[in-house]
């Protein structure tokens, strides 16, 4: 099967705003017959059930947490980027597009990104008219932030919280059309396969988690917005519930997956502290606008921080990379902080960390505030008290966090950081319209593998998942569904429907009755070690390979030695975690797979056989500048497909930070 | 650290809860409270008992979803803290830590600790929103709001809609819930134009959904992880009685 991305004629600002003009139409009479599926209620779900059912399309969502609005999304905090210009800091959408092509390490498609970068100011106008309280200048006017991998500003925020408020928004449009009867939500159900019919994706098979029992919904299309698959690194940021399920299901039923291997690693996570640890817990990125990253310049020093003098720091990130310092994107960050602790300049207790110092921001900003309140000869107490109030204002909630984690006063100490998983740049591959292999099946947000190439920048996410639900798929869906007018809906004791939900139910009784010794959170973390150890940061040839050996041999005994308390039929978050990290048993395979095939170092993949001299990633444009869309032909049976990148516009160089 | 655990545990809805008594050991410090309850799961499944029932999910105090009252609180003990970001420093080696659901008829348990709060979304259905549809905003710089009206909101609408203010209430009033979103938008001029009827048709589906009335107790407040003031109440009440004063409430279902 050749991969066609559907990406339109013309030049590249012209591409979408023709595809917009010329896309065939849904008149809303048909609207109201066409039925649409939405798997996840994050930014990118909540976003396009909302609009699609502005538009009239019968909407019905789906999430396993207990409302809608719990959706991850909800946990970003610094902010969501947009080509607005605001600062007259010389951005555009142009260079919103170049930043995210270059902090992509050039493995993105093109026409994607632009499209991206042209509807992120309406994402911006949009969110205000539904009343999310972005943060506002003194005058009234929208703020703004620097982030990691740009040199204007054109970060949007809400405090600490940007991804609350905007789910908040999201999901308030969405409640508002499921009173008015456009859409209906299901909370506590979770999609455990994809019912296809003629070679279309027809349904889904979903399960109530609260009663165990197993649903059939028809829709005329079926949308994925589950999000990334992080957690099969067992830590991650994810939430505990975030899982590769439902865009597994539909890689087994003919979706390819693409560039399964492209994880990003954020360099500002609370380290681990033990093994009882469940979570990481991210620090946003916008803490290094005004936090400065070092380690002591002596290996092993032991002293506390604040007694290790100002001569005897080593601002890593500032000493490699000038231009950029503390704002370089995430991946040569964290592989910077991995680099130090390897060569033993590591901290804390662990010496798995760095730390991020706010001392001379404090000083600084308290310096401001003190010629804004015209007082004389300052004291030093005065400037430090200043300081943290404004530091408090921009971060507190995110020092708060910090303190109540660790024990420790953020304000006092500087914080002892560690690089930790926290998004997926791969996922189902999608053609420009965001329908992947499968026709009628969509992937919108971070479960697709689209926009981010290798490595995504900060406050890029909640801007993709938000472009893609209200200003994309209203239109290709459109275009897609205005040749299915005359399809009926198909009642659910269609065959189709019957053989996809005996497979599922055939599938948990296998799970249930394997009645072994071992619990699926124990299994789940020998299969984050394994992730982590061999496929997380660097990676190599010989680990990849033993990885693959080890995932099979831990697949093969969780199937037959795992032990599932409860029953069916009755809410059993045991069992839902067992399907959940039976899926990350075989995705694990593939994501190692997928890093063995890629011989070369890019974004967040780092093969530790190509790097430059200088130890920075060593891409191989002549060999490697293709999509890997995996085909799946059964058990650890994978097929790749080259999907090629062609840059019209930007010229891929090394990518420099310096 | 040792400890002892009294937890609730009901089969479903329909059944009569009880307590269990539980005991974990070498419980550490640095923990979270839910990763204790990892441990006590963990525990139960090797011993092939039943593990406990508890909603959680993004564990970093944003998400909204853990609930549990401990020891007679909701979220435990530390100040504006959710129960995921509540860690075992908090407690002694020694101690019994009771552990119950969220209490309150208008949120059924479905197991154990979990409970069902789809309540809250009727709530926000009922005009928690603005109504503008995709497409038709103008330009965000068009609309410049005061900073301090713009923080207010935002402190507002920073409820994560946990149900801890239901749980604290002697009277299982949502008003802190529901006022933090109706001040939310009340005080920006997008949600100028539906204020009326949004108060009225919210505060009627708060009453249809069972919840109690506001008495002035200020439990919610106390126990708000997110700090929501209960100044939003009094800007509720304020906005409900301009709406029925003033007509404005013809639009209200």
Redesign the interface.
Known sequence: MALNSKIPAGSLEDKWEKYKSTCKLVNPANKRQLEVIVIGTGLAGA?AA??LG?LGYKVKTFCF????????S??AQGGINAA?N?QNDGDSTYRLFYDTVKGGDYRAREANVYRLASVSA?I????????V??????????SNRSFGGTQVQRTFY??G?T???LL?GA???L??Q??LGNVT?Y?RHEMLDIVMIDGKARGVIVRNL?TGELERHFGHAVLLCSGGYGNVFYLS?N???SNVTAAWKAHKKGAFFGNPCYTQIHPTCIPV??D????L??MSESLRNDGRIWVPKKQGDNRKPNEIPEEERDYYLERRYPAFGNLVPRDVASRAAKERCDAGYGVGASKQAVYLDYASAIQRYGKIEVSKQGIANADAATITKLGKEVVKEKYGNLF??YA??T?ENPYEVPMRIYPAVHYTMGGVWVDYELQTTIPGLYALGEANFSDHGANRLGASALMQGLADG??VI?YTLGNNLADDIRTKSIPTDHPAFVAAENEVRERINKLMNIKGTE?V??FHKRLGKIMWDKCGMARNEKGLKEAIEEIKALRKEFWSNV?I??EVN??N??LDKANRVADFLELGELMCLDALNRNESCGGHFREEYQTEDGEAERRDDEYMYVAAWEYKGDSNFVMHKEELNYEVVHPTQRSYK | MNLTLKVWKQKNTNEKGRFETYHVKDISSEMSFLEMFDVLNEQLIAEGKEPVAFDHDCREGICGMCSMVINGRAHGKWEQTTTCQLHMRAFKDGETIVVEPWRASAFPVIKDLVVDRQSFDRIIQAGGYVSVNTGNAVDANAIPIEKHMADEAFASAACIGCGACVAACPNASAMLFLSAKVSHLAMLPQGSPERKERVMNMVNQMDKEGFGSCTNIGACEAECPKGISIENIARLNREYLGAMFDGGSKNAI
């Open positions: 976003s909302a609009s502005e947490q207990d409302s809608p609005r719990r959706a991850h909800i946990a607005k605001y309406n911006i106008d949009q969110c205000v008219a539904q009343g309280p972005f943060a506002r200048e003194y005058g009234g006017l929208l809400a405090a919280q991804g609350q408020q908040i999901y308030q449009a409640e508002r499921v009173a939500q909370s609260v940021t939430a505990m519930g502290s033990g009882h640890q469940s979570k817990t991210l708060d966090m109540k984690i024990g209200y200003f209203p619990s959170e124990s032990r308390p409860g009755e809410y978050p045991e």
